[in-house]
């Protein structure tokens, strides 16, 4: 039986472990096939033509064969098109690339959260200016809230959990990790019924992440600080890890 082969495969590095003294294992997000393994051979030799290509948060067309769990390079192309980000912007980069590894299943293709990961990598690799901060910021819950729809951790958000009523627009929501959406206690910050109806809504367009970004763009910061912190919460409750190790090397340099 020949082997199955896949060609011009549009993807991203997001994760890479030593194999040999000569050769890579990496863990590689595809459009078409989802999250898969690589093995890059004598991709470590100075000669080696996957040496400067092999990059995370660069866009890639990738040639691989085979079908056991691990499959062989054949051919890997840079696609061009922005710088590497740098700084703070790198490290959400590898945050993004960490919530991959830890929640998407192998061989389960979601091309909305493919585009959607280009989408946010072109603006962490943008101008590093105060608006351009906050985009990257909004960028970031964008695409927290689109993951965690794709991979069906994330409730409806014109509803209570619990009880499926509808919301009130003007009452106040919180998001929990075993509870799903639920009125907020007065000591709770909270979004109001019609942030997380509009949440919703772009999340259902044809370009969730752009529709999602612009709308967690036009919150006030206190929304926009109370939506991040359940986010991460519940991220680190699917996770199964109290911080991201990306997260606690951000924690880490700010103290610094």
Same mark, same amino acid.
């Given at each position: 039986?020949?082997?199955?082969?896949?060609?011009?495969?549009?993807?991203?590095? !997001?994760?890479?472990?030593?194999?040999?003294?000569?050769? !890579?294992?990496?863990?590689?997000?595809?459009?078409?096939?989802?999250? =898969?393994?690589?093995?890059?051979?004598?991709?470590?030799?100075?000669?080696?033509?996957?040496?400067?290509?092999?990059?995370?948060?660069?866009?890639?067309?990738?040639?691989?064969?085979?079908?056991?769990? =691990?499959?062989?390079?054949?051919?890997?192309?840079?696609?061009?098109?922005?710088?590497?980000?740098?700084?703070?912007?790198?490290?959400?980069?590898?945050?993004?690339?960490?919530?991959?590894?830890?929640?998407?299943?192998?061989?389960?293709?979601?091309?909305?959260?493919?585009?959607?990961?280009?989408?946010?990598?072109? $603006?962490?690799? @943008?101008?590093?200016?105060?608006?351009?901060?906050?985009?990257?910021?909004?960028?970031?819950?964008?695409?927290?809230?689109?993951?965690?729809?794709?991979? @069906?951790?994330?409730?409806?958000?014109?509803?209570?959990?619990?009880? !499926?009523?509808?919301?009130?627009?003007?009452?106040?929501? $919180?998001?929990?990790?075993?509870?799903?959406?639920?009125?907020?206690?007065?000591?709770?910050?909270?979004?109001?019924?019609?942030?997380?109806?509009?949440?919703?809504?772009? !999340?259902?367009?044809?370009?969730?992440?752009?529709?999602?970004?612009?709308?967690?763009?036009?919150?006030?910061? @206190?929304?926009?600080?109370?939506?991040?912190?359940?986010?991460?919460?519940?991220?680190?409750?699917?996770? @199964?890890?109290?911080?991201?190790?990306?997260?606690?090397?951000?924690?880490?340099?700010?103290?610094?």
């Amino acid at each position: 039986m020949a082997a199955h082969r896949v060609s011009h495969e549009p993807a991203y590095v !997001l994760h890479h472990y030593d194999w040999s003294e000569s050769s !890579l294992i990496l863990e590689v997000f595809t459009r078409h096939h989802g999250r =898969i393994a690589l093995v890059a051979k004598g991709a470590k030799r100075p000669s080696s033509n996957f040496r400067p290509v092999l990059l995370p948060l660069q866009p890639l067309q990738l040639n691989y064969g085979g079908d056991a769990e =691990i499959r062989t390079l054949k051919g890997a192309e840079w696609m061009g098109g922005h710088v590497m980000p740098t700084g703070e912007a790198l490290l959400s980069g590898y945050y993004l690339n960490e919530l991959l590894l830890r929640l998407l299943a192998r061989d389960d293709a979601h091309e909305a959260l493919f585009d959607g990961y280009a989408v946010v990598v072109q $603006v962490l690799a @943008g101008d590093h200016g105060g608006a351009q901060a906050a985009t990257q910021a909004a960028a970031l819950r964008a695409f927290e809230l689109l993951l965690l729809r794709e991979v @069906g951790l994330l409730p409806a958000l014109d509803a209570e959990t619990l009880t !499926l009523a509808p919301l009130d627009p003007q009452a106040r929501y $919180v998001l929990v990790p075993e509870a799903g959406l639920r009125q907020a206690a007065d000591d709770e910050s909270a979004l109001v019924g019609a942030e997380w109806q509009a949440l919703q809504r772009t !999340l259902e367009e044809l370009a969730p992440l752009a529709a999602t970004l612009r709308q967690v763009a036009t919150m006030n910061t @206190g929304a926009s600080s109370a939506l991040r912190n359940q986010l991460r919460a519940l991220l680190h409750y699917h996770c @199964g890890v109290s911080t991201l190790r990306t997260r606690q090397m951000m924690k880490d340099l700010q103290a610094l």
